[in-house]
């Protein structure tokens, strides 16, 4: 057995243990060993995941799933990353950081009570749960174990690589941002659960230690919310820069399930907070919705590994999604079943009857929320149910995310200002300026200059069909995000007079809360505008043309009967004040960091023939050289290599493709007295592998220079880049970005007969989506450091 | 006497069930057992089933390889495949294939397709003509279709 297995199977042993003593009832004497096995559980976890991310520091191709995820020629920041490309090293990462949260329960003069232990023993179970997921699908599988036709002793020279998409900076810390803050919600729910079956046990009756679930929650709570945003911005940001299609969201079913326990997330720290103001209040549905973060991470889990559901990420697909499935169904059903149970044993009281107050306006807006975590639920689940049982394929696309919750987000943003401004003593003004934004938004919504300000695009195949509710909501204008976005500025302003003469603890705090709340009114308008009035513009330019202007055209489309007298969506041009510039254009390869890596690898031209000439036993030898010519025949493809020790002629696959000047390894068996191409006889290097590296990071790149011009004025200048790599092609856009717009040019595809297919776009507003991104990030740090501390009733 | 907030439960509860009433009714299918549906036309699922149409017909085949949440598909169905003289075109000339990706894996794997949209163009033995890995523009497209529709031979020499 490996290392890394021995240390899962340990983690099982001591994680069981721990489990098993904490069942057990309490007793003095063996709350050390207690200890000793649960420091065991998380440091064996820690030390695996450590050393799979040795593994992959070193490149150590044995390993199947370094093999599978790294290249020996990335920097180490893409190799480290390579530990979370893939399903075994997630559940790895996780089961280690559920484990940790199980050690940090240990902390404090808490960790005697009943309810903290109970607290750690879910934590605990859960983390074994994980732990048990990893072993059976072990990170640490060999690709002798992986492919039985491989000789053991033989090394693969690089591995699979990465998706050429997957290798940037954001992309790489997304994944460990992301479970970061999936592992933050499992002692909110673990507190959850336990609070909800002891007070229900007890009649509803809650003691101090019960309180725990809040204090040491809430903060966990914050964790979570705060990474994941960070980890969906960066998600954002990767897809906007790299997938070339300007957007930073699709709707794509991975992303909505990522966004569901976020949502959720939103609504638990919300209902949270109310609940520790009066602990009467949201003493069921608190819990639940905070339980349910935990289960949404889980079914977010599911979609992506699972195979049942389709979307892009879906190419990760592993063998434990029954497992996963399993644990969203029980992590959904124990809180809920609870919950229930305490509904009905808690005595009823008598609720003030107006209609409106802070209550109730607080449990509108949940409501609301929960609304629309339903809406992205179902936009994603409904499809794989009903081609369970149809086989008929729904389109559920991003027109209908946009269409069912448009409403409910404006609504969610009007309530968003009322809560900020609501005072009790000033009740009839803030509610008057709530009517008035209210009425704002409402005319807001039926101004339309032109049809491009519906919120739903028609000329979308997809909404061939337009029932009538749809093309209702479709037909809302977006400048209907204006109103409720300064309601929200607004608020904020209202709301900080309230704490001028507040501590400056206080303040810090309330800056955090104003600070959220003015980021999602940013971002807000950053995603309506941006989405809705980017002008994009399809150009073609040549590369042979350099200097060249073109104006750029508009496409428009109408419905109607077209020049062949057919019926359907026809397409025209409008010419428009926008004009893009060709300033040079070239096509060259990139060998990336292949030649540095292999400079360590193999022996050097000189170093080879003195092995030949003292007659080494060795059968197989590896060559490092320059290629200086290559020629193809029939049966083989010669190759010089040349180094400042000589040259050295590799004969290969005839289907080998080489370019000239790479630094290349060969690797292969010498053949003595051989007649080479110069006519010289030498030895020849009879080649079963000319190095993988270079092919790995070698790509080929087409790069346009291009400016943007509006009117006489440039707006934007830039390189514009395709890149073809070995497993994949890669757009990589100019983006060229200010406070009021975005101008992102991109290469559609490939120079085909000299022909450069460009696309631009303007895109208006959009960095005002990142600013939101960050107050937003920056509110919940400040919250988190400025916590509240003695409030509690 | 209900209190507000048992109101607004049950207002959330039937707006909930309505919408989700409605959604199911409401919402487009793409595809059935036999066809996909795009620029209003008739694609075949499968490979198998296009070439055996296409054999008979003795028409080229396009086989486009393309998945719901692909937004370069999405341009492709609004501007190229949408567009009159195209839509004439496949109509009349082609028989058509449309790979969903995510759900036909088999002929994804069979055809070697990384990643969407992708084109393939076969006569109508099935012998590949030429592919179009990514997205192309309209005016390009139109000229592929028009050179395939004439090396394939079929109808129209």
Known sequence: ???????????????????????????????????????????????????????????????????????????????????????????????????????????????????????????????????????????????????????????????????????????????????????????????????????????????????????????????????????????????????????????????????????????????????????????????????????????????????????????????????????????????????????????????????????????????????????????????????????????????????????????????????????????????????????????????????????????????????????????????????????????????????????????????????????????????????????????????????????????????????????GVHQGEVLTDYKIKLLDYKEYVDYGSASRVNSKRGMSIQEFRAAIARGDARSEYTVRGTVSRVLRGEHATFIKLSDESGELWVAADPSLRVPIGVEAVARGVPLRGVKTPDGATDVVLLANQVSDTIAQAFKKVQLARVAIYKGKAKIGEGDVKFEVYKNGDARRPLIDRSLVRDVFVVLDSPTYQGDLSITVRIKPLINEIWLGVILFVLGIVLCIFYEARGSEK | MLKTRKILTIVAIVAVLVFAYYAANATPVISDQNYTYIAELEWYNTYDAGAKAAAEAKKPLIVYFWTIWCVYCEKYHKEVFSREDIREILAQDFVRVAIDMDVNKEDTRRFNVQAPPHVIFMTSEGEIITRVPGYMPADEFKEVLLRVKASAGGAHP
């Open chain 1, 1 to 567: 057995m490996s290392i890394g297995d021995a240390l899962l199977s340990l983690a099982l042993l001591t994680g069981s243990a721990t489990a098993a003593l904490l069942v057990l009832p309490h007793q003095e004497k063996l709350e050390k060993l207690r200890r000793a096995t649960l420091v065991l559980f998380a440091s064996s976890l820690t030390a695996a995941f450590i050393l799979l991310l040795y593994y992959f520091a070193i490149s150590d191709f044995r390993i199947f799933y370094v093999w599978k995820f790294s290249s020996s020629a990335y920097p180490l920041y893409y190799k480290l990353s390579g530990a979370l490309a893939g399903q075994e090293g997630t559940l790895l990462f996780w089961a280690m950081l559920i484990a940790l949260s199980a050690l940090w329960l240990e902390r404090g003069e808490e960790r005697k009570l009943a309810f903290v232990k109970q607290t750690q023993l879910v934590v605990v179970a859960l983390g074994l749960y994980f732990t048990f997921l990893t072993f059976l699908q072990s990170p640490f599988t060999t690709i002798y174990e992986a492919f039985p036709d491989i000789p053991v002793g033989y090394l693969p020279e690089d591995g699979n690589g990465l998706n050429p998409l997957l290798l940037d900076p954001w992309m790489a810390s997304h994944p460990f941002t992301t479970f970061l803050g999936y592992a933050g919600t499992t002692i909110p729910f673990a507190g959850a659960v336990v609070y909800l079956f002891t007070t229900a046990r007890a009649g509803g009756v809650e003691g101090a230690a019960q309180r725990l679930w809040v204090t040491k929650g809430l903060q966990w709570l914050r964790f979570a919310w705060l990474f994941s945003t960070i980890s969906m911005a960066f998600g954002g940001i990767w897809a906007y820069k790299t997938l070339g299609w300007g957007g930073f969201w699709a709707w794509d079913p991975v992303e909505t399930a990522m966004l569901l326990p976020w949502l959720m997330l939103t609504a638990a720290v919300h209902v949270t907070l109310e609940h520790r103001r009066d602990r009467t209040k949201y003493n069921v549905l608190a819990p639940i919705l905070v339980a349910f973060s935990f289960s949404l991470v889980v079914y977010a889990t599911a979609v992506t590994r699972s195979g049942i559901f389709e979307s892009v990420h879906a190419f990760i697909a592993g063998s434990v999604g029954k497992y996963i499935m399993l644990l969203v169904g029980i992590s959904f059903a124990v809180p809920l079943a609870l919950g229930l149970w305490k509904y009905t044993r808690i005595p009823r009281r008598e609720e003030e009857d107006e209609i409106i107050n802070r209550t109730n306006i607080f449990y509108a807006a949940i409501l609301v929320f929960l609304i629309t975590i339903f809406i992205s639920f179902y936009g994603i689940t409904f499809p794989p149910i009903m081609k369970l049982i149809t086989t008929q394929k729904y389109a559920i696309t991003k027109q209908f995310f946009n269409l069912w919750l448009y409403p409910f987000f404006l609504l969610m943003l009007l309530l968003i200002g009322l809560g900020l401004h609501y005072r009790e003593s000033r009740k009839a003004e803030v509610l008057r300026d709530f009517f008035i934004f209210t009425l704002f938004t409402i005319v807001a919504a039926f101004i339309k200059p032109t049809e491009d300000y519906n919120i739903v695009d028609y000329t979308s195949f997809i909404s061939a069909s337009k029932p009538l509710l749809y093309s209702t909501i479709g037909e809302i204008s977006s400048l209907s995000v204006v109103p409720p976005a300064f309601y929200i500025f607004y608020a904020s302003i209202e709301r900080w007079r309230f704490f001028a003469s507040a501590s400056t603890r206080r303040k810090l705090r309330e800056a955090g809360v104003i600070a959220i709340h003015i980021g999602v009114a940013l971002i807000a308008i950053g995603v309506v505008f941006s989405s809705m009035f980017t002008s994009e513009f399809s150009v073609t330019l040549n590369k042979n043309r350099i200097g060249e202007e073109k104006v750029l055209a508009q496409a428009v489309f109408h419905e109607g009967f077209g020049k062949l007298g057919t019926w």
